[in-house]
């Protein structure tokens, strides 16, 4: 999902694209690390990103001769999307249906595949030109435009953060529906689906190509594999991406926040607590390591842009009268600007090298621990202009409905566009709701017809209306 950390505002005084980091450096931090990576994905991503990113300074700059405003009023005029207005109005119990049905198919983590093929089916009935699924199990849709060569992508996540078995029934209580992955992002998939059956019944014709996106993978460890999938190894060539994940429409998300994830184990010989005692202990020599890294984090983040480093799980050991054979723990660092998030990095690895040589110091008796570190998850992070005409078309059409645009960095699909340079943006599913992650989950349909709309809007502004 969207994950709203509160960062405030984006910064809109950046006036190109923006990504703060030494490129050999970097380069070579990722040909350290390319031995615990899952694929070689993101060595290739950051190569595509270096040698796009000077072009994509001279692109999509704003042209201040476009009134973004008065575009978004005149598109609003069209009789087209006037009738595809009132065409979501008339879909709204459609919609529903649609939001429970796809809600009370389990899509646990990596275990898309049903939910998928029903939305497959979806989109072919709501009349897109062409539909299919891709290796990794992304579902998109191809709806032609009139002028060939570009594309504008509309996406949503079919993934939920829910374990196999966790009971997705919705309960309807009063004008509330309730089920872990209710909203997030559930209710983006039925948004996807709204928008195209509103544009083929009120045929709307645009002039650049638009696919619709069910992805894979955007929760936890599915570390975006979709949408890296699509960008790197994908036949779609997208110049424009939109994602829909997170609230209420005004809130959108422009900057990519960039997380680097890892499992790190130590490995001990094990043995009884009594008997083997002396041993070398994983656990004391991770929380040893902890305590080094948490105490040189924290000098780094106590000043400069925000950076954060969380121990998100602990585990290892076989009974409390054990020495433990090993121990281990999943870490989660993130931050905006690239050369903050690789500094952040630095600072752990070295950490756990020294807290691993520290421990191995003391011990005398018995073999030495040894150290697994595995990278698994890597978002890249970056920044983008606020005038680049997709987030002036999405300002100016939450002006339209009346809302209180705001943008702010996030972590979210479009993290892997931004970082390569393609104008993207996040935003909201509409209507209110709450307990996201959690059992209790809820969604209320209150205006939620304006996020439909709303996406609609800026969607068919991006491609253009065909003449």
């Given at each position: ?182 909203g997030d992002d559930t209710r983006g ?115 400069g842009s925000k950076v954060s480093f ?97 943008i702010s960095p996030s972590s979210t ?55």
């Amino acid at each position: 999902m969207a994950e709203w950390d509160g960062l405030g505002p984006l910064l809109t005084i950046q006036k190109t694209v923006s990504f703060n980091f030494e490129i050999n450096d970097y380069f070579q931090v990722l040909i350290s690390n390319s031995n615990r990576m899952k694929t070689f994905f993101t060595i290739s991503m950051f190569l595509m990103l270096v040698f796009c990113v000077n072009a994509q300074k001279q692109k999509d700059k704003v042209d201040f001769k476009v009134n973004y405003d008065k575009e978004i009023e005149t598109l609003t005029k069209n009789k087209a999307i006037q009738q595809a207005f009132r065409v979501i109005d008339e879909l709204e119990p459609q919609t529903t249906q649609d939001l429970i049905l796809l809600t009370e198919i389990p899509a646990p983590p990596f275990m898309e595949t049903a939910r998928g093929l029903q939305f497959k089916k979806m989109l072919e009935e709501a009349g897109a030109d062409k539909v299919w699924i891709d290796e990794v199990g992304n579902v998109i849709a191809l709806r032609k435009g009139k002028v060939p060569g570009r594309v504008v992508a509309l996406d949503a996540h079919l993934d939920t953060v829910f374990p196999e078995g966790t009971d997705v029934k919705v309960k309807i209580i009063g004008d509330t529906l309730k089920a872990p992955g209710i909203g997030d992002d559930t209710r983006g998939l039925a948004v996807v689906i709204a928008v195209l059956r509103a544009m083929e019944s009120a045929n709307v014709e645009t002039s650049a190509d638009v696919v619709l996106i069910g992805s894979v993978g955007e929760e936890g460890l599915g570390d975006l594999r979709g949408v890296k999938h699509i960008f790197e190894k994908g036949d779609l060539k997208i110049d424009s991406w939109i994602s829909i994940d997170g609230g209420e429409i005004g809130r959108m998300v422009t900057g990519g926040l960039g997380s680097i994830r890892y499992k790190v184990t130590f490995h001990g010989p094990g043995g009884h607590s009594w008997g083997a005692f002396g041993l070398a202990n994983p656990h004391h020599a991770m929380g040893k390591a902890i305590d080094i890294f948490s105490e040189e984090a924290s000098k780094f983040t106590a000043t400069g842009s925000k950076v954060s480093f969380n121990v998100g799980r602990i585990g290892g050991g076989t009974s409390v009268n054990s020495i433990p054979f090993e121990s281990w723990m999943e870490v989660d660092m993130r931050a905006i600007e690239p050369e903050r998030l690789k500094k952040i990095d630095e600072i752990f690895n070295a950490s756990m090298k020294r807290g691993l040589e520290e421990y191995n110091s003391g011990v005398s008796k018995g073999e030495k621990l040894t150290l697994e570190i595995e990278m698994i998850g890597l978002r890249p992070s970056g920044v983008q202009t606020s005038e680049l005409p997709v987030i002036q078309r999405s300002m100016a059409a939450a002006k339209y409905f009346k809302a209180d645009a705001s943008i702010s960095p996030s972590s979210t699909n479009s993290n892997i566009p931004i970082s390569l340079g393609i104008p993207s943006i996040t935003i909201g599913r509409g209507g209110i709701g709450g307990g996201a992650h959690s059992l209790d989950e809820w969604w209320i349909n209150q205006n939620g017809a304006e996020a439909i709309k709303f996406a609609l809007l800026l969607t068919v502004a991006e491609a253009g209306i065909a003449k």
